[in-house]
């Protein structure tokens, strides 16, 4: 069985960091031949792209609203992607999902279009 778990998430101050991770298991070997995402859903608000990673870590693709803040990063032999989000804003607050869709993705890949997801991990950014 996948499964995907988001941590690191958390209540801080605007201008302030936090680095979320995202641990897959159930993909084994297979981890790597995944396009990983990140998404992100405030509360009234359909969910939204954050960011996306090529299987080799090559390949990164990011919102125009997180460009030069947020870094997407894999560790393939760990099962793991991460999200390091600097000077984060009160607008990033949201309920943040890791993804993996096996057969590519770009920043244009719809949500639907992810084979598997995890449960989230709140971020609040308080001004």
């Known amino acids: 069985q996948v499964q995907l778990v988001e941590s690191g998430g958390g209540l801080v101050q605007a201008g302030d960091s936090l680095k979320l991770s995202c641990a897959a298991s159930?993909?084994?070997?297979?981890?790597?031949?995944?396009?990983m995402g990140w998404f992100r859903q405030a509360p009234g608000k359909e969910r939204e792209f954050v960011s996306a990673i090529s299987w080799n870590g090559r390949t990164t693709y990011y919102a125009d609203s997180v460009k030069g803040r947020f870094t997407i990063s894999r560790d393939n032999a760990k099962n793991t992607v991460y999200l390091q989000m600097n000077s984060l804003k009160p607008e990033d607050t949201a309920l943040y999902y890791c993804?993996?869709?096996?057969?590519?993705?770009?920043?244009?890949?719809?949500?639907?279009?992810?084979?598997?997801w995890g449960q989230g991990t709140q971020v609040t950014v308080s001004s």
């Open positions: 159930g993909l084994g070997r297979t981890f790597s031949r995944y396009t």
């Open positions: 993804a993996a869709r096996l057969f590519g993705g770009t920043d244009k890949t719809p949500p639907d279009h992810y084979d598997y």
